[in-house]
């Protein structure tokens, strides 16, 4: 690049000496051109310019050239025939075709309270994914989808919204039920598979709503199965679902196909550091929805099998290094009271009964002693193995339902 100090004005201006007359004229005389070389500066002139003439002819002329040939060709290309498509395309689109006409969009309200009593807080507007149970057009959802909505509509596709109500939930099994007020349609559910028979590898299909983007279709494997996972009510869903089909806020609620098109399971929660999808989501399997769902429709709730205590929180007994679940609380007049189990006192902090096993099975958790009563039913006994001042005894009690 030019510095400004490269750009000087001719030395003679900027001189100090003067010249005489004499040597202003001879150098004046050795400026002038000869007689001699005039003609030839301005041939060599002529010759600039002229070249100058053809480079522009050949500039213009090509700019000329070329939009007169792109004019000519600016067509359309032909297209290429596609073969069919492939019999893994076509197990996939037919799934699409057939389910996504049961797929439904749900939009939720919840108001949020006010700073100030008598005035109304924000309306928070969520949204998730379910499907048709029955021909009676029942909608399955998650729990989490719904919990706390004071309004709630359901679309299919371009259809309008909806209103609906919640017919039943279990927080233990993150599922609701949803009834559609002013049904405008006849529905078609998805046909029910069994989860008891999946296997890793095989093939999954999710469909559902992610980022409000309705009637989304993805693919992938079964990555694992009995998975557990936890629920706001503090108990465990087992046998869960674990796919690589990408789930995303959004997709909650939606059907888990196999490739037959049959439901296998209700997409729940993703493991991701962000929010969205990082190849880890979980899915309720179908033979539990298929035993809660009928009951949330018929009674509104489903039975939760217990003895009547409050148990220390797991955090608490992992700090107190006790490997089991320990009685907080015995409710007046349960099964437990009757069975003489003992709680903390809570004025000393002395500890009660520790369950270790239901049944001779171990338990170390909450949500395992739930699994163990849940396993054993309502109505039947447990032998309950307790640990009291490093005492072991053992009490059957028995269990009831305890979803009042």
């Known amino acids: 690049m030019l510095q400004p100090n490269r750009w000087i004005l001719p030395h003679s201006i900027h001189s100090t000496h003067k010249r005489t007359p004499q040597q202003t004229l001879s150098n004046d005389a050795e400026a002038k051109p000869t007689k001699k070389n005039y003609p030839m ?51 996939t689109t037919e799934i699409f075709e057939r389910t996504s006409p049961s797929v439904a969009f749900i939009m939720t309200e919840r ?21 048709v149970w029955d021909k009676a057009g029942h909608i399955v959802t998650n729990h989490h989808v719904v919990e706390g909505a004071q309004r709630m509509g359901v679309r299919f596709g371009s259809e309008e919204l909806l209103e609906a109500k919640i017919l039943g939930s279990a927080p233990d099994y993150d599922l609701a039920v949803l009834r559609i007020l002013r049904p405008q349609r006849t529905f078609s559910p998805i046909p029910i598979g069994s989860s008891e028979n999946l296997q890793v590898g ?42 690589d089909a990408a789930i ?4 909650s609620g939606g059907p888990l196909l196999d490739s037959a ?33 009928p009951q949330l429709i018929k009674e509104g709730r489903v039975p939760r099998p217990g003895i009547g205590i409050a148990a220390l929180p797991e955090e608490a007994a992992a700090r107190l290094e006790i490997q089991g679940v320990i009685v907080a609380e015995v409710i007046a007049g349960s099964p437990a009271d ?10 000393t902090g002395e500890l009660g009964d520790i369950i270790t096993h239901v049944n001779n099975r171990r338990v170390r958790s909450v949500p395992e002693l739930a699994a163990a009563l849940t396993e054993i039913g309502i109505g039947n006994k447990a032998e309950l193995t ?16 305890i979803s009042g």
């Open 41 to 91: 500066n301005k041939r060599f002139t002529r010759v600039i310019v002229l070249w100058c003439l053809i480079l522009l002819t050949l500039w213009v002329g090509y700019d000329y050239v070329y939009l007169a040939l792109s004019r000519y060709t600016a067509e359309p290309h032909p297209v290429t025939p596609r073969a069919p498509l492939t019999e893994t395309e076509q197990t």
């Open 338 to 347: 009757k069975a003489g189990l003992k709680g903390m006192n809570l004025s």
């Open 202 to 243: 095989q093939l999954a299909y999710a469909i559902g709503n992610p980022f409000g983007l309705s009637r989304t279709l993805t693919k992938g494997i079964i990555s694992a199965l009995d998975r557990r996972l936890p629920t706001a009510s503090g108990r465990e869903i087992r046998g869960v679902i674990q796919t």
């Open 248 to 251: 995303n806020p959004g997709n």
């Open 261 to 293: 098109g049959r439901l296998i399971g209700v997409t729940t929660a993703i493991i991701s550091g962000t929010g969205s999808f990082a190849g880890v989501g979980f899915a309720v399997p179908i033979d539990i929805v298929n035993r809660v769902v």
């Open 386 to 401: 307790l640990l009291r001042e490093g005492k072991t005894r053992r009490v059957e009690v028995a269990i009831v339902d």
């Open 111 to 131: 108001r949020e309270g006010g700073f100030f009593p008598f005035a109304p807080g924000p309306t928070q507007v969520g949204t998730g994914s379910g499907f």
